[in-house]
């Protein structure tokens, strides 16, 4: 195939790169590489993986299913959403070998990428990256159809909610609550607000007649600049942490995102996208996108809306009456209202070092260390406060997790290479693998030629004394009674683990976490 020499050609592997609206931030990362380095053109090419579905085997997507999305989902923001995009659609994996050997290395992204080696596919922006400018849909065909059809179903004193549903199937941690969403809806004043709801694109064709009172758009489910342009004519969009919010995220389109899915947040994510409580992170520039570290809960959902109303309409600050409610939560022991108003603190005030004094105390008090340790990174500004407050604490803290994170605050910069390790790090050591899943076993293929893995360790009871690949699955207790070297998790579950590990009385040092996702 020809290519114009000014042309950056961007391989998006889908054996590490999922089939998702993370290819929205690839595509964004591509672009931002193309302007830094003059290219005139860019040409996105997709490489199927070895196995269909999500990265490293997983088989979240049938064949039909996998196809479909990359059909809908992927070629239409390539396609949609670039003025100089050119696509490539690979059908066999041995395909992309002969594609990329026709090109010059200097034109690929990403750099290093090779089709033989499980490349890593870039889905934040770095540090000190930004947009050059909004990657939105080349025509503005829906829009008008969505401004038409907003005139027709809203008054002029109303504005539009709309309320993204997940109900994919996958993590169900990450699911909406329905039932709350809709009493939150009835909550709403009817004379100000019409709310719209988005189903799942899995489940868009499915009537749920609780949502008959409402709004229901399937038809944005499955077309990316429909939804696109509900977003852009919504007064605020709300959900559950999901892939079709990276559009408002990457945006600046009004939005309050909820369970940000703590336990399955890769390390990753944290360095890349500062995906942080109290950050604005690379993409949220705008004051008008909040992250909320709660649920999707009845009372969550709508004082968190009241407070973004507040601040919208610029009323007079709550911050002391909010900072009240949450001292009096915590002297009460109501573990769900400390929660809530220390989670809205630092998501509307997290200026306000009394924000992560309250928010801190909580987790700490409740022994929600994970949380506590994302936490933490995000008031960086704070960190020799917050160091204090770890040592003067009259909460019950393990002082192997209080020592933990101290050494954590004062090296953040460097987390990503305490917590990963690589091969010669490990060679000839005895190893524990932490994890039983199919991304455990990816680890233990990568790694059993190289040094002694002596057995297993898995939190399900059912799975204790049984045997995977010849060896042992033990419990986290009966761990602690082997000498290994070191106890390597290979589960998305790493953060809690981790924790549970150290209460358990393992040194940080001998943990270590294997970065393959």
């Known amino acids: 195939m020809f290519l114009k020499k000014d042309t950056l050609i961007a391989f998006y592997d889908l054996e590490s790169g999922c089939n998702s609206f993370n290819f929205y931030i690839f595509l964004t990362r591509a672009l931002i590489e193309r302007t830094k380095y003059s290219f005139s053109n860019l040409h996105i090419v997709f490489v199927p993986p070895k196995i269909n579905g999500y990265p490293n085997g997983w088989t979240l997507f049938d064949q039909d299913q996998y196809a479909w999305r990359l059909n ?24 992309a070998l002969k594609f ?87 909550s709403l004043d009817e004379e100000k607000y019409k709310v719209v709801f988005i189903p799942d694109t899995n489940n868009c064709l499915s009537y749920d007649t609780r949502l008959s009172q409402y709004e229901v758009v399937p038809s944005a489910s499955i077309n990316i600049e429909l939804r696109f342009a509900i977003f852009r004519n919504s007064h605020v969009v709300l959900g559950v942490n999901s892939g079709p919010l990276t559009l408002c995220r990457c945006n600046n389109i009004p939005c309050i995102i909820y369970n940000p899915c703590l336990s399955t947040v890769g390390w990753d994510t944290f360095e890349e996208q500062e995906f942080l409580p109290g950050t604005e992170g690379q993409f949220q520039k705008s004051p008008h996108i909040k992250m909320i570290w709660e649920q999707d809960q009845e009372e969550v959902l709508k004082d968190s809306f009241t407070e973004y109303e507040n601040q919208i309409d610029g009323k007079k600050s709550r911050f002391r009456e909010i900072h009240k ?25 997290p200026e306000r070092y009394e924000s992560w004094l309250i928010r801190i105390k909580v987790l700490l008090h ?40 101290s050494f954590y605050i004062m090296n953040f910069p460097k987390w990503k290479q305490l917590c990963t390790i690589n091969k010669s790090v490990i060679k000839n050591q005895k190893i524990i693998i932490f994890g039983t899943g199919k991304n455990a076993i990816h680890t233990y293929n990568l790694i059993n030629s190289v040094t002694d893995i002596i057995g297993w360790c898995d939190n399900n009871p059912n799975k204790k004394g049984h045997t995977l690949n010849n060896k042992t699955i033990f419990s986290p207790h009966e761990i602690k009674e082997i000498k290994a070297d070191l106890i390597i998790i290979s589960s998305m579950y790493a953060t809690d683990i981790f924790f549970q590990l150290v209460e358990l009385g ?12």
Not at 111 to 140: A, C, Q, W
Not at 506 to 517: L, P
Request: a positive charge; charged letters at 25%.
């Open 72 to 95: 809908q989902l992927l070629v239409p923001l390539a396609l949609g959403f670039s003025e100089s995009a050119g696509v490539t659609v690979l059908s066999k994996r041995e395909e």
């Open 366 to 405: 409740n022994k929600c260390y994970r949380e506590l340790f994302i936490t933490t990174a995000g008031a960086k500004k704070f960190h020799q406060d917050i160091l204090k407050l770890l040592f003067n604490s009259s909460a019950v803290i393990n002082t192997g997790i209080k020592s933990f994170l």
């Open 100 to 186: 990329f050997d026709n090109c010059e290395k200097i034109n690929c992204f990403p750099e290093n990428y090779h089709p033989e080696h499980n490349s890593f596919m870039p889905i934040g922006l770095k540090h000190n990256e930004s947009l050059v400018s909004p990657l939105i849909p080349r025509t503005d065909q829906a829009l008008k159809w969505v401004k038409e059809w907003k005139s027709k179903i809203t008054s002029k004193k109303q504005k539009l909610i709309c309320i993204n549903l997940r109900n994919s199937g996958y993590q169900s941690e990450r699911e909406s609550n329905l039932e709350n969403w809709i009493r939150f809806a009835r």
């Open 325 to 349: 409610l949450a001292k009096q939560a915590i002297a009460k022991g109501d573990i769900l209202k400390s929660r809530l108003y220390s989670s809205l603190l630092i998501s509307f005030y």
């Open 506 to 517: 393992f040194a940080s040092n001998r943990i270590k976490i294997f970065d393959n996702y």
